[in-house]
């Protein structure tokens, strides 16, 4: 089978590989869609944490059923996604309900090789059904359901004001799940096309463009003075995680889903004095991903929104370069395979 690899930073190479073997618990699955995140592109370009060359990138992914492993309900040539974070079922957070981020998790296209191949062997445990969605609907289920479980960290409320750093795809999909929650979302970004896609796509009802706008003045005059009481960074930018802080109302959650390689540096006093509380929020779970199932299926959700860019998977080494230009005006770039 052919095989597409990040051998170093800037450098994506095609192989051929044996098909997988077949071991007991795994499952079979023969790749139909990939999509294209932010953990992909950061791996080209050398910045992202947890990782290593070389390394198969792709984790949002859809495909035909080959073989179940042994996992119930499921049956040969089903349309299929599963969930990327390989848990190890024993450590702390495993024994606490939080295998997505389990000591020694393994992600598919970071810790392990991924799915930008012909056929990905994965543990049968880890199947999730696709309920009669597309390939490419069922391919946007996981950085869906990040951007669910951010907001679930969150504990967004209604009528609260939601202030999302970054409109990139997980932010978009923070956006999509508080407006959901009945938050009043505010849009930061500043690629003005992604801004205008939060507007005229989602509906989210206020943008900023820090390029332009005085942000702080600008989320007084939304908020009447009061500031948001959520903020959730996607953009994994150290200066603009930074900057979050300064955003904050007063009894605020901060939550992180972006990630950077840096030191996190804010004000103690400023920080104290708005008794705030400060959050991680890693992969997601398998309820967050049932939770995005039944918003796509019930109509509030429209993952198709998000495809920009369509490529073949044997043009994506040529492709995959232009794909980190803000110029080019990618949301998610998809891949057929």
């Known amino acids: 089978m052919k095989i597409l690899t990040c051998e170093e930073p800037g450098k994506l190479a095609y192989s051929e590989g044996a098909y997988p073997e077949s071991i007991e618990g795994n499952a079979i699955v023969r790749i139909k869609r990939i999509g294209v995140c932010g953990t992909d592109l950061h791996a080209f370009e050398g910045t992202q944490p947890y990782f290593c060359y070389p390394r198969v990138l792709g984790h949002e992914l859809a495909g035909e059923l080959i073989n179940a492993g042994g996992a119930e309900g499921f049956k040969e040539g089903d349309a299929v996604t599963f969930i990327p974070y390989n848990n190890c079922g024993t450590c702390i957070a495993c024994r606490s309900g939080k295998p997505n981020c389990c000591v020694n998790i393994k992600v598919f296209g970071v810790h392990a090789d991924g799915g930008m191949a012909e056929y ?63 938050g009043n979302v505010i849009a930061v970004d500043f690629n003005e096309n992604r801004l205008t896609f939060c507007k005229d796509r989602l509906g989210v009802s206020y943008i900023i463009n820090p390029q332009v706008d005085d942000v702080k003045a600008r989320l007084e005059e939304i908020t009447n003075g009061d500031m948001p009481t959520v903020i959730i960074d996607a953009t ?61 299926k019930s109509g509030k959700v429209n993952p198709e929104t998000y495809i920009t860019h369509r490529v073949d998977f044997d043009d994506v080494a040529d492709c995959f370069a232009g794909w980190l230009d803000p110029k080019n005006g990618v949301i998610k770039a998809m891949i057929s395979v």
């Open 120 to 182: 990905l062997s994965v543990p049968a445990r880890l199947l999730v059904n696709g309920q009669g969605l597309s390939y490419d609907e069922l391919a946007l289920i996981e950085p869906l359901a990040i951007g669910a479980h951010g907001v679930k960290r969150a504990n967004v409320q209604p009528g609260e004001f939601v202030l999302v750093i970054g409109a990139g795809p997980i932010g978009l999909g923070i956006m999509e799940f508080a407006r959901i929650a009945g």
């Open 236 to 296: 994994g930018s150290q200066k603009a995680i930074n900057g979050g802080f300064y955003y904050m109302a007063h009894g605020a959650r901060y939550v992180l889903v972006g990630l950077q390689k840096d030191e996190i540096i804010v004000s103690h006093p400023e920080f104290h004095k708005r008794e705030a509380t400060l959050m991680s929020s890693r992969n997601a779970t398998r309820d967050d991903f049932e939770y995005v199932v039944s918003c796509m």
